[in-house]
């Protein structure tokens, strides 16, 4: 089986940073990209940011110039730094990877558990 877990959510002030990481675990053979998603209450879940194998990225027009994608692959992980954190930033942050295992041999998506992000103002 194939699992990613968040974490590095928390309560930050406006202007703060965090930073999340996901890490996928299991019978992996290999991770195509990997990307971060948010949903706040009562919005539709949102794609912040994506980085493909070889490094390509990706942001949301709303988070472009303040957080940051990266991922290692030896560690199966990615990354999200989160600078100038603002209110409208709160969400429950979720990682997504394209990931190809050996017991199933095409690349699925699979979900992280989420985490809470939490800006005050």
């Known amino acids: 089986q194939v699992q990613l877990v968040e974490s590095g959510g928390g309560l930050v002030q406006a202007g703060g940073s965090l930073r999340l990481s996901c890490a996928a675990s299991?019978?992996?053979?290999?991770?195509?990209?990997m990307m971060w998603y948010r949903q706040a209450p009562g919005k539709q879940r949102e794609l912040v940011a994506s980085?493909?194998?070889?490094?390509?990225?990706n942001y949301a027009d709303s988070v472009k110039g303040r957080f940051t994608i990266s991922r290692d692959n030896a560690k199966n992980t990615v990354y999200l730094q989160m600078n100038s954190l603002k209110p409208e930033d709160t969400a429950v942050y979720s990682c997504?990877?394209?990931?190809?295992?050996?017991?199933?041999?095409?690349?699925?998506?699979?979900w992280g558990q989420g985490t809470q992000v939490t800006v005050s103002s």
């Open positions: 299991g019978s992996i053979f290999s991770i195509n990209a």
């Open positions: 980085i493909t194998s070889n490094g390509n990225t």
């Open positions: 997504n990877a394209e990931i190809s295992s050996y017991i199933i041999n095409r690349y699925r998506p699979y």
